[in-house]
Structure formats: structure tokens, C-alpha cells
Nanobody, 124 residues
Framework: QVQLVESGGGLVQAGGSLRLSCAAS????????MGWFRQTPGKEREFVAT????????NYADSVKGRFTISRDNAKNTGFLQMNSLKPEDTAVYYC?????????????????WGQGTQVTVSS
């Protein structure tokens, strides 16, 4: 089992940047694929990005492609989501997720470990 804790959320103006972190503990993080999702009130959890256990394969939602970068440092048991050129529509609670497979995809049901979420608010 792995425990995930997100950090780095906050309030930023449109066009600004934030870097989210996802600290993992409990198991060998390098054995887990990792994803980032986001959710706003009344809406389903939305896929943002995913990265393979080794970090060599990444996939992004079209809405964030070219602006967000997912990465990981397995030596530090931490995953990251660098968010640039933020827009008001990026406002959401952001969650990191993990599953002990090489690769996991775009659907929340593919992941069996979740963090508690961190709020990102982008003002116009």
C-alpha cells in the first residue's frame, strides 16, 4: 500500500505558474504508475496527465498539453505537475493517484491509491 500527499496548490493569476508535488510513502514508489486528476464541484473527476513507473512514458489531456508537465523523482518518492500559462478554467482540486503497474491510463478507476487533493485557484 502507498500513501500519497499533495502539496503546492494555491491562488495564482492567469498566466502564472504553480508546481504541485505528490509525496509517496509506504511502498517503493518506482513500482507505481502515477496520474494527476482534477475536479470541480458538481463535475466528475477529470484526467490531467499520467506517467509510467520509470518516467519514460507520459500522456496529457488535450486541455493541458503544452502547458503542463508531469514528472517524477523515484529516488525521492515524489511526483510533480508543473503548470504554466494557467487559465481560470484550470481552477480545481488536483489529486495525484497511483497504481502498482507499469502504466495506467486516463480513467480514475484504473488507480487504486489517491491523495487528499490540493486546491488550485486561478484568478482572471
Amino acid at each position: 500500500q502507498v500513501q500519497l500527499v499533495e502539496s503546492g496548490g494555491g491562488l495564482v493569476q492567469a498566466g502564472g505558474s504553480l508546481r504541485l508535488s505528490c509525496a509517496a510513502s509506504g511502498r517503493t514508489f518506482s513500482s507505481y504508475a502515477m496520474g494527476w486528476f482534477r475536479q470541480t464541484p458538481g463535475k466528475e473527476r477529470e484526467f490531467v496527465a499520467t506517467i509510467s513507473w520509470s518516467g519514460t512514458t507520459r500522456n496529457y489531456a488535450d486541455s493541458v498539453k503544452g502547458r503542463f508537465t508531469i514528472s517524477r523523482d523515484n529516488a525521492k518518492n515524489t511526483g510533480f505537475l508543473q503548470m504554466n500559462s494557467l487559465k481560470p478554467e484550470d481552477t480545481a482540486v488536483y489529486y495525484c493517484a497511483a497504481r502498482n503497474v507499469v502504466w495506467a491510463g486516463r480513467y480514475p478507476g484504473e488507480y487504486n491509491y489517491w491523495g487528499q487533493g490540493t486546491q488550485v485557484t486561478v484568478s482572471s
